[in-house]
Each structure stands twice: as structure tokens, then as C-alpha cells.
């Protein structure tokens, strides 16, 4: 489990096929302390430490499957690739965003950005299958990090990132046409199931 409050930026650092895809991802976090077997989630995806190291700079290994790497933006990522980067939620932990499993549920499409003041207000479109989902003032993690949704139309929704939140995550540099890992609210999800259990 996760809170989607992201700690670090890590960096692609090598992509290789050996059955299914095997990704190098440095990190500021001290290797010493990742544990092998260890969830980390990368731009939102929960995803198995295989091995870690420190040459020339910290960095971890994970394994991403075909199923995977087909439904989220993994399937893309390249050597350079900036991903937000969260350990896993422990006892005791403060819970500042909200509970975030790390299993993708489709991807948004950034199809809106607007300056508002300092921040910065973007417009997603969610997959229809997830939008009725998605509600204002709801919570929904998109690339790890948990957001508060401001306002929804349709199958478009609206977030505003303030600039802390631009400088600690790979949103500050957001572009339209941008593909998102989007997971929704695990309280929406529930609702949901009961109401369709009660019909």
C-alpha cells in the first residue's frame, strides 16, 4: 500500500527484454535500505525490487510483465525517463494523501493545461469505464501522486498542482497529449460494487 505522497524522482537508467522487461531506476534513496522483494511504485505502478546497487549512483531493478507493460505507461518508458518514485506505506507511517494500491486501472490523457495564479490547473480525460468513478473533491492517484479532483464534465476531469507540487514530482513538466497511470479511488471502487450488488 501507498499514500501516492511521492519522495523522490528516479531516472531510467536501462531497459532490457529477458522474458519480460527489466527496468534500472536510480534513485536517491540509499540502496542499502531497499530490501530485495521490496514493493516501490513507479509513476504509480507497485512494482518488485530484483536488485539493487550503487554504481556509479544508487539505483534499484524491477521486473514488469507483458500484461503490465500493455496497461500501463511502462510499456514506453525509455532510458532518461523521469518517474515519481514512493516506498511502501508502513505502520506508523503518516497517511498525507490517500490510500493508493499501485495496481493501474487505464490511463488518462492530459488534455488541458491553465495557468491559475502559480499553479497550475490540467484537464484530464479519463477512460469512459472509469469516469463515473472520478468525483469532485474525490481523490485519484495519477502517476503515483494523490490528487484532489476539482471539477468534472463528462469523462474530463480537473486538477490543480501548486508549485511545491510541480518541483517535487515529474508534473512540473506536464505536456498535452501526455498518457497517465491512473488508479482510482479504492472507497469509489467499493461503492460502486455494493451499488451494483444491491441492484
Known amino acids: 500500500m501507498f499514500t501516492g505522497i511521492v519522495t523522490d524522482i528516479g531516472e531510467v537508467l536501462a531497459v532490457a527484454d529477458d522474458g519480460d522487461r527489466r527496468f534500472r531506476i536510480a534513485t536517491a534513496y540509499d540502496p542499502a535500505g531497499i530490501d530485495l522483494g521490496a514493493s516501490i511504485a513507479c509513476d504509480g505502478v507497485c512494482l518488485t525490487v530484483i536488485a539493487t546497487g550503487a554504481d556509479p549512483r544508487g539505483w534499484f531493478e524491477v521486473q514488469v510483465s507483458a500484461e503490465t507493460l500493455s496497461r500501463t505507461t511502462a510499456g514506453d518508458w525509455q532510458p532518461g525517463r523521469r518517474l515519481n518514485l514512493e516506498r511502501a506505506l508502513r505502520v506508523g507511517d503518516e497517511l498525507g494523501g490517500h490510500i493508493v494500491s499501485g495496481h493501474v486501472d487505464g490511463l488518462a490523457t492530459v488534455v488541458g493545461l491553465r495557468p491559475e495564479g502559480a499553479s497550475l490547473r490540467v484537464t484530464f480525460r479519463a477512460p469512459p469505464d472509469l469516469a463515473g468513478f472520478v468525483a469532485p473533491k474525490g481523490s485519484v ?52 460494487r455494493l451499488r451494483e450488488w444491491a441492484a
Open 141 to 192: 492517484a495519477l502517476n503515483g501522486t494523490s490528487l484532489t479532483v476539482n471539477e468534472v464534465a463528462g469523462t474530463d476531469f480537473g486538477v490543480n498542482l501548486i508549485p511545491h507540487t510541480q518541483a517535487v514530482t515529474t508534473w512540473g513538466a506536464v505536456r498535452v497529449g501526455d498518457h497517465v497511470n491512473m488508479e482510482i479511488d479504492t472507497l469509489a471502487r467499493y461503492v460502486a
